[in-house]
């Protein structure tokens, strides 16, 4: 997001303005009033809560891989594909969800595109920019893709690039169609939704599971992308681990969710991905989204 983009937003949301500012310059106290929440939330102790959206084609060649080295260390992935994907790698998407892995719903459509004058995927078919009708018959196409391939209905969803579709009314409308479908939990929030209004919350509909953010600035997603294969990155692999167990170091104290997610294909090649998930599941219980939905009030 550009320096005008963000300049917009803040005067748009002076509230979002003043958390910036506050998680930037005191990390630990924002967080502080997270750990609050966490435990009004019935949370009892730090969880991990690690998925996967499975966004190209080259997730499916190295999911399996991924998936079994997490196994080893005692983690069970959840994984969101988008349902045309799903089909496309359905062999190896129904081996990972034999291991017990749960699988969101993703949306239907594919939304991304391989861009040949760059050689990388990019970004399409962003929920803001379609109509209300389009947005509900893709994630009741996901819904029916997901329960045909892996065989049994998802009851979580987290919205394709979920940044951009954050405004109450996108996700007053995002909560009631899957409340239709008789969903329990969406993941499909930001950062700065957690620091607002705590780990998991019922603001929108359903329980609500924002993404978590960064040790030295918890309003900004930790994402595998932005660390590991973003050519224009400014953090590093090392960033990653840096991040993660800083904010971990900020809620060892109190009740909290970390909710980290990634890409298979970016981190599929890296060892430190795989020793901070081992070192994560150490000092945090391991979790899916189905399970932390019985703890949560």
């Not at 983009?5 to 003043?18: C, F, G, M, T």
Request: with cysteine.
């Amino acid at each position: 997001m550009g320096a005008i983009s963000k300049i917009r937003r803040a005067i748009a949301d002076p509230v979002l303005a003043s958390y910036a500012v506050w998680a930037r310059l005191h990390p630990s106290s924002s967080l502080a009033q997270y750990r609050a929440k966490a435990a009004r939330a019935g949370l009892d102790k730090l969880y991990l809560v690690l998925s996967f959206d499975c966004d190209t084609p080259d997730d499916i060649e190295v999911a399996c891989s991924v998936h079994e080295q997490l196994l080893d260390l005692g983690i069970c992935a959840s994984y969101a594909v988008p349902g045309a994907l799903l089909m496309e790698g359905a062999d190896v998407y129904r081996r990972i969800a034999a291991t017990g892995a749960e699988f969101l719903n993703h949306g239907g459509r594919s939304h991304t595109y391989f861009d040949t004058e760059c050689g990388e995927y990019r970004s399409n078919f962003f929920y803001d920019q379609q109509p209300r009708d389009v947005l509900k018959r893709d994630i009741e196409e996901g819904d029916r893709i997901v329960t045909e391939v892996i065989g049994k209905k998802p009851i979580g969803y987290r919205t394709p690039h979920f940044g951009t579709f954050q405004r109450p009314d996108q996700l007053f409308f995002l909560h009631q169609v899957l409340r239709d479908l008789h969903y329990t939990y969406s993941t499909s929030t930001v950062p700065f939704a957690g620091l607002r209004y705590g780990p998991a919350f019922t603001r929108f509909g359903l329980m609500e599971f924002p993404v978590s953010g960064q040790g030295s600035n918890p309003l900004g997603i930790l994402d595998s992308w932005g660390c590991f294969r973003a050519p224009d990155r400014v953090l590093t692999p090392e960033d990653y681990g840096r991040e993660a167990f800083g904010l971990a170091g900020h809620l060892a104290s109190g009740p909290g969710i970390l909710n980290f997610y990634a890409d298979p294909c970016h981190v599929a090649d890296q060892a430190i991905f795989f020793n901070v998930m081992a070192e994560l599941a150490k000092i945090s219980k391991p979790m899916a989204y189905r399970d932390l939905m019985e703890l949560v009030s």
